[in-house]
């Protein structure tokens, strides 16, 4: 049994897609169209665990730029179910994660619904994602777009308030464009409303209640939510957020999810 992990090639790339499908039950074709397509794309972050020269176990790694430095958010973690309880992704996650530290990243961080496999490689639960309805004011504010150059210096003056916080590069701007958000202003701040969804407000002063017509849910790090002064009730918990060798807890927004 020779094992070998390493990024896939061009030529293994629907290969690892079409695992990723089969596990988390996706459809190939509309995957693919964004899986090639989407603006943070590089092959040299898809991570493959190769038995014999097959691909058995993925995963993705996705830079993600603090104040205090880069690190990676890991996604997709995914093993072929013919090939699982053998210590496979254990193996594909702590040579990725020495990988990465040679390329200089600090830490790491994951978002997980079951926590048993990373805990075994040191990671932690230090946080959790919350999906909670958001409070609703009486009277309603007609909406108003908000552009998306004024959004990204808005952003930007907040990020550079704390090193926790996500620095955005072009690249990162890119991305979160390509979510096709409606930005709505509120007072002197912003919503992302995406459908029914909020994942990211920036709200200056924090309101009691959004003055939005439309019926919402939060979805955000519980700790943020609470240190924003988010307005919402009574929530779920949806996902764990588990960190590995970083100096400060992260403080993000949804929209930067990997």
Known sequence: MAIEIRPVTEGEAGTFLRLLCNVFELDFERATSVFFTEPLFDLSHKWALFENGIIRSVLTTTPIPFGWGETVGIAGVATDPAHRSRGLARQLIEHTLAESKKRGYVGAMLFATSESVYASVGFETTDTVIEAPVLLSE??????????????????????????????????????????????????GYICLEGSTIREALLQPAPASLPIGVKCNW????????????????????????????????????????
């Open 139 to 188: 009277e309603i504010q007609d909406p108003i777009a908000m552009p998306r150059d004024e959004v990204r210096r808005l952003y930007s003056e907040w990020a550079a308030l704390d090193p926790a916080r996500v620095q955005r590069t072009d690249q990162r701007w890119a991305y979160w464009s390509w979510r096709q958000a409606v930005i709505e202003q509120l007072n002197e």
């Open 219 to 258: 979805v955000g790090l519980k700790s943020l939510t609470e240190s924003m002064q988010i307005p919402v009730g009574p929530g779920r918990e949806t996902l764990k957020f588990m960190t590995i060798g970083l100096p400060t807890q992260p403080q993000m927004f949804m929209t930067d999810q990997f």
